[in-house]
């Protein structure tokens, strides 16, 4: 099961932020947090990971929560090209091949 | 385009018939995935090849029948499909041993059941 919870669906301007909360509240230690993004009908497209400190790259940034039990990706200016489904998931650091896919959020930009 | 190929990127085929999907990556990634995709449904983990060893078989039928003859290809062998098989079959590839490490997914097989 997934261990991540993220709201279904969410709306944003075009232009401004989006910004996609995730709640992983039961993260051990050594579990990192990946982002994920499906545009229809094609294969996820990794965006950024990180552990415990922010990330930021020419995509998105990742900020963690200093208790690391929540995070949230910001797209800096949405373009409509940027409506997908996002996925958070937590990922084990040590020899955890498997990639678990909840539900995501549903990010619509709007024009 | 990930470096992930997966070939074809649409099937057809008839609950008789035997087919194969192929997945391709030289990105020197040693850990390889499948994943179905039903309609409006989150991804499905089914199989996870480490090192070229099945170290997940997420309780998938039989009908479906993984190979990785070496770490740069992972096929799906099916036979005797069901209608409700018809979905999206994504392959990924990552390196193993660490959360440390992204997965590149290829775009996927639309298989159709008919």
């Known amino acids: 099961d997934a261990k991540t919870t993220q709201p279904p669906s969410m709306d944003c301007a075009e232009g401004r932020a989006a910004n996609l909360p995730c709640n992983h509240s039961?993260?051990?230690?050594?579990?990192?947090v990946y982002w994920y993004r499906q545009i229809h009908s094609q294969g996820p497209q990794y965006i950024i990971h990180?552990?415990?400190n922010n990330e930021t790259n020419e995509m998105a940034s990742l900020i963690i929560t200093e208790d690391r039990k929540s995070s949230t990706l910001i797209l800096p200016h949405a373009t409509l090209r940027d409506t997908a489904v996002y996925y958070c998931?937590?990922?084990?650091?040590?020899?955890?091949?498997?990639?678990?896919f909840g539900k995501g959020t549903r990010l619509h930009i709007l024009p | 385009e990930t470096g992930v190929t997966q070939t074809p990127r649409h099937l057809v085929m008839g609950m008789t018939n035997k087919k194969s999907l192929k997945c391709e990556q030289h990105?020197?990634?040693?850990?390889m995935y499948w994943y179905k995709q039903s309609a409006k449904k989150p991804l499905e983990l089914m199989f996870v090849?480490?090192?070229?060893?099945?170290?997940e078989n997420n309780s998938v039928p039989s009908r479906f029948s993984p190979e990785c003859p070496n770490s740069s290809h992972l096929f799906l062998h099916l036979h005797t499909l069901q209608p409700e098989d018809s979905a999206l079959y994504l392959c990924?590839?990552?390196?193993?041993?660490?959360?440390?490490?992204?997965?590149?997914f290829g775009q996927g097989t639309r298989l159709t059941v008919v």
């Open positions: 990924a590839s990552s390196l193993t041993g660490g959360g440390n490490t992204e997965a590149f």
């Open positions: 039961t993260i051990s230690g050594n579990e990192y």
């Open positions: 990180g552990l415990k």
């Open positions: 998931i937590v990922r084990v650091a040590w020899r955890d091949d498997k990639i678990i």
């Open positions: 990105l020197g990634h040693n850990a």
């Open positions: 090849y480490s090192l070229e060893e099945r170290v």
